[in-house]
C-alpha cells in the first residue's frame, strides 16, 4: 500500500513533441505529490509539486495532472527540449505527520533534436 | 547560497568493511534524510533527523546507523558492508520536520567490492 507505481520506464520524445510520465498510488493518506528530475551523477531536483486538493498545475511548460478518485497523477512536459533529457521519478508523502518520500522506480526521457 | 554538501563523492570498499558518510543541510535547515537509491531504481527511504533526534526509519537492517550534530549535518554508517550495498546515497534536508519541500544533495557513489 506504501508503494508508487511509475510508467513508462524509459521514453523517448521528439524535440517539440509532449513527454507524458504516470503514477499510481494505493494510499489514500498520500497528500503531496512531487516531481524529481535527476541527471547522471546528480542528486534528485524538485520540479513541481501538487496537493490533492487541485486537479491541475502548470509551471512553464511542466503541468501535473492528479486525478483523486482514479488514485493517479502525471506529468506533462511541452515542448520538450533535448535539454529536459534526464530521469524523471513521482513521489508521494503524507505531508502533515510524515518525513519520508516514497518514490516511483523512475522513467528514463530522451529527447531526440 | 549553498546547496546540499556530500562527501565523498565515490567511495570503494571491500565486503565487510564500515563506512561513514557525512551531510551538511542548506543553511537554515534543521532536517536531514538519508535515501538509497540502486541503479535503476527510485531512491529509497533510510532515515530521517530532526534537531538532532531519530524521527524516522525505513526498513533498513541495523547496520545502518545515523546522526546528526549540533550544527545539523548528519552522518551516515554502515557497517558489515555487503556487495548489495553498493549504490548512491542521497541526503536531503528541510526546514522542519514534515511538510516541507526536501532538497537533496548530489550524493556519495559507494561501491563494495
Known amino acids: 500500500q506504501q508503494q508508487v507505481k511509475q510508467s513508462p520506464q524509459s521514453l523517448i520524445v521528439q524535440k517539440g513533441g509532449i513527454s507524458i510520465i504516470n503514477c499510481a498510488y494505493e494510499?489514500?493518506?498520500?497528500?503531496?505529490f512531487p516531481w524529481y528530475q535527476q541527471f547522471p551523477g546528480k542528486g534528485p531536483a524538485l520540479l513541481i509539486a501538487i496537493r490533492p486538493d487541485v486537479s491541475e498545475k502548470k509551471e512553464g511548460r511542466f503541468t501535473i495532472s492528479f486525478n483523486k478518485s482514479a488514485k493517479q497523477f502525471s506529468l506533462h512536459i511541452m515542448d520538450s527540449q533535448p535539454g529536459d533529457s534526464a530521469t524523471y521519478f513521482c513521489?508521494?508523502?503524507?505531508?502533515?505527520?510524515?518525513?519520508?518520500?516514497?518514490f516511483g522506480s523512475g522513467t528514463r526521457l530522451l529527447v531526440r533534436p | 547560497d549553498a546547496g546540499v554538501t556530500q562527501s565523498p563523492t565515490h567511495l570503494i570498499k571491500t565486503r565487510g568493511q564500515h563506512v561513514t558518510l557525512r551531510c551538511s543541510p542548506i543553511?537554515?535547515?534543521?532536517?536531514v534524510s538519508w535515501y538509497q537509491q540502486v541503479l535503476g531504481q527510485g531512491p529509497q527511504f533510510i532515515f530521517q533527523?530532526?534537531?538532532?533526534?531519530?524521527?524516522g526509519r525505513g526498513n533498513f537492517p541495523d547496520r545502518f546507523s545515523a546522526r546528526q550534530f549540533p550544527n545539523y549535518s548528519s552522518e551516515l554508517n554502515v557497517n558489515a558492508l555487503l556487495l548489495g550495498d553498493s549504490a548512491l546515497y542521497l541526503c536531503?534536508?528541510?526546514?522542519?520536520?514534515?511538510?516541507?519541500?526536501?532538497?537533496f544533495g548530489p550524493g556519495t557513489r559507494l561501491l563494495v567490492l
Open positions: 513521489a508521494a508523502s503524507m505531508v502533515d505527520s510524515s518525513y519520508k518520500l516514497i
Open positions: 536531503a534536508s528541510s526546514r522542519g520536520r514534515a511538510g516541507e519541500t526536501q532538497y
Open positions: 543553511s537554515g535547515h534543521k532536517s
Open positions: 494510499n489514500t493518506a498520500f497528500d503531496y
Open positions: 533527523y530532526y534537531e538532532k533526534e531519530e524521527r
